[in-house]
């Protein structure tokens, strides 16, 4: 027997001289050598070498000489069996694949073989609804590797029968359970009625909601689903189980086995009926507040929507289903492109010169290309980014963090588009008071994006609590900016509106009342804008004074040594968590990146003599006050926000107001040494404070 020395204390001291990132190696053993060392195709090493070797069933075939029932099928199992199709269905809309989840239903193999008429109708129903989902998250394009796998493996899904068709055949299906079973009760025929309605209706919402001129039949077809799956979910337990012990069941798990790679398919967390029925019925409730995007008229509306609607964390149907209607927006009622909108909304930032209007109303051929071309810049900048707000959370963090290289690309063309119209003006020998600078419109919106990048951090799980500190203070100093900005606008509007209105007072006394006419409709619309940029003012005001408490609390709980640090972990330190933290931002041109030595001397509590955390924390209320005191404002206001606008609000206050009483006691209890903790269960993006 050979004889084995411990190393294990020369191993760590021989490490303990490394640097991150650095690799002990020899010339004959290098981590190439390592990596090599696992052979694959070996029986003793790869464990997915016989993943193919046959198991259970075969085929549909032999299935049917096995005994597998295909005609007289009790009702109750004809219920569970569509209840347990549709639990796969759901598990394959959460990553898995078509071949280890829906298509282990044997019957799925060939409806054409299966005599039950209601079963043979859902069973086609539910193909029919793969092949549109299908089509649906291609044609949208905002799909992920992990959202769902797209393979078809070969299965026909009713390609032959077009989906009236396969409608028609469900309503048949369901006119024919009186006659299929004349004898069972009254309550097992009507929940097989409920679920072959609600499939027939799942295929009409696919085929009307993308189309946005026929968005109310959508909404009354959602509406209706919703109808029907409440009833589904009231008689969820009147379908048996299937029997673990029976000789031919109508699912069997390894019937595709040779479908799949050599290597080991990924673990699937199969969840039950009733679960698989409320997610569809979260989808559903998705897909209805997409249909509300059509009333959206401007482009702050839409950004509104598009950042409240992906807070629902929604699944990859309903968010294939926003952005196919998002992309056929103009064909609504009164809808609007997103290039009118975006125009509208370019125009108005720089409502000080309206020369660019006038050349666009007269089609002025030196300036329209040019402000074309802008436009379309512009368009493609927030096509993209919507585009983004439609990917899974996890997805837009990085891929926002991307889109920043973008915005820098979009800022220079923007000065590239600067210098050209004050050439065209130049050369014209024309004095124009004001001269765009259309950078700054891709300021605010690089302004805004920072802002929602790192929100987004702190509602997926991003940061670690030792990082809460400097991401809180990087967004007061974003706020800070925005703040400056809005607060420019909104005055050199103001001052536009008062000389506008010493204007219309002569023109009225000229007698010109169809000038009066216009210029009122130019003051209502601009003051309509002025008060929109006052309370997006307000709110962000709101946000930052969330912020300046969190900041506070934190920079008092690390005075008390009541929250984890950067310094308790061994290979790394505060600067470099830092550089790598806000990298991101390196991609900008603006605002200006705040370095790490800007932070540590901004935040550092050391240079204050006999400061006592307390303190921090007193002043930390002021400021949840004021935060609460801003939201109460913005729900108050006459003109009412949208319901998902309220419900953030709401919980927004409901965090401030929960700070401050935290706080408070905290203030009254200097002494206590309880840890402190972010709960983020109230709101994703801003946490309730809790002492335990």
């Not at 307390?614 to 108050?636: C, D, N, P």
């Amino acid at each position: 027997m050979e004889n084995w020395n411990d190393i294990t204390s020369r191993f760590r001291e021989e490490c303990s001289n490394l640097k991150p990132g650095e690799l002990a190696s020899t010339s004959d053993f290098r981590l190439q050598d390592s990596i090599a060392a696992l052979e694959l195709m070996d029986p003793k090493m790869d464990a997915g070498l016989h993943v193919n070797a046959k198991i259970g069933l075969g085929s549909l075939s032999e299935a049917i000489q096995l005994g597998l029932k295909m005609h007289e099928i009790p009702i109750a199992e004809v219920l569970g069996i569509m209840d347990d199709i549709v639990m796969l269905y759901v598990t394959w809309l959460q990553g898995n694949s078509l071949a280890l989840t829906v298509y282990t239903c044997v019957y799925l193999h060939d409806v054409n073989k299966l005599e039950n008429i209601p079963l043979k109708g859902f069973c086609m129903s539910i193909l029919k609804i793969i092949a549109l989902t299908i089509d649906t998250i291609m044609r949208s394009d905002v799909y992920d590797e992990e959202d769902i796998q797209l393979a078809r493996y070969g299965f026909t899904m009713q390609d032959d029968k077009t989906a009236d068709e396969v409608i028609e055949l469900c309503r048949n299906a369901e006119a024919s359970i009186g006659k299929v079973f004349p004898n069972e009760s009254l309550d097992l025929r009507v929940a097989l009625s409920h679920r072959l309605k609600f499939v027939g209706f799942v295929m009409q919402i696919f085929k009307v909601s993308p189309k946005t001129s026929n968005i109310q039949k959508s909404q009354k077809l959602i509406e209706k689903a919703k109808q029907e799956l409440d009833s589904i979910l009231s008689t969820i337990a009147l379908g048996t189980q299937m029997e673990t012990e029976a000789a031919v069941k109508p699912f069997e798990r390894y019937i595709n086995s040779h479908l799949l790679t050599p290597t080991p398919p990924k673990k699937i967390d199969f969840i039950s009926r009733a679960e698989a029925y409320e997610y569809l019925k979260k989808e559903v409730t998705n897909i209805a507040a997409a249909t509300t995007i059509t009333s959206c008229n401007s482009l702050k509306a839409l950004q509104d929507f598009f950042k409240l609607f992906c807070r629902r964390s929604p699944g990859i149907l309903s968010r294939s289903h926003l952005f196919m209607i998002f992309i056929n927006l103009s064909g609504a009622e009164n809808g609007r492109s997103l290039e009118e909108m975006v125009t509208e909304a370019s125009l108005d930032y720089h409502f000080q010169c309206p020369e660019l209007q006038k050349a666009l109303a007269a089609g002025d051929q030196d300036l329209c290309p040019i402000l074309d071309f802008y436009h379309k810049q512009c368009s493609d900048v927030f096509h993209e980014l919507f585009k983004i707000y439609c990917k899974n959370r996890a997805r837009q963090w990085r891929k926002i963090a991307k889109f920043f290289q973008k915005l820098h690309t979009f800022a220079s063309q923007a000065h590239d588009v600067t210098v050209a119209v004050k050439a065209v003006w130049c050369s014209r020998g024309k004095d124009v008071p004001y001269s765009p600078d259309f950078r700054a419109f891709s300021h605010r919106i690089t302004l805004e994006l920072s802002v929602q990048y790192f929100l987004l951090g702190f509602d997926i799980g991003i940061f670690a609590m030792h990082e809460y500190h400097m991401v809180w203070y990087y967004l007061d100093y974003l706020f800070g900016w925005i703040k400056q900005s809005l607060s420019d606008s909104i005055l050199k509007r103001e001052a536009s509106m008062n000389a506008g209105n010493g204007g219309a007072v002569q023109q009225q006394g000229t007698g010109k009342k169809k000038k009066k006419k216009q210029t009122d409709k130019k003051t209502a619309r601009k003051a309509q804008n002025t008060k929109t940029l006052k309370d997006t003012l307000v709110h962000f005001e709101a946000l930052r004074f969330m912020v300046k408490g969190f900041l506070l609390v934190s920079s008092g709980a690390l005075l008390a040594e009541l929250i984890p640090t950067c310094n308790e972990f061994k290979f790394t330190s505060l600067e470099t968590l830092y550089n790598h933290r806000f990298a991101p931002m390196s991609h900008v041109d603006f605002p200006p990146v705040s370095n790490y030595e800007v932070y540590e001397t901004s935040t550092s509590l050391k240079h204050v003599p006999n400061i006592q955390h307390t303190q921090v924390y007193a002043r930390a209320v002021k400021h949840f006050e004021e935060a609460a005191g801003r939201i109460s404002t913005l729900l108050s206001c006459p003109v009412p926000p949208s319901p998902e606008q309220k419900t953030d609000l709401e919980a927004l206050l409901k965090v401030a107001k929960t700070n401050i009483v935290t706080t408070r006691l905290a203030v009254a209890q200097p002494d206590s040494k309880k840890p402190l903790q972010f709960d983020f269960s109230v709101h994703g993006e801003h946490p309730v404070i809790r002492y335990r």
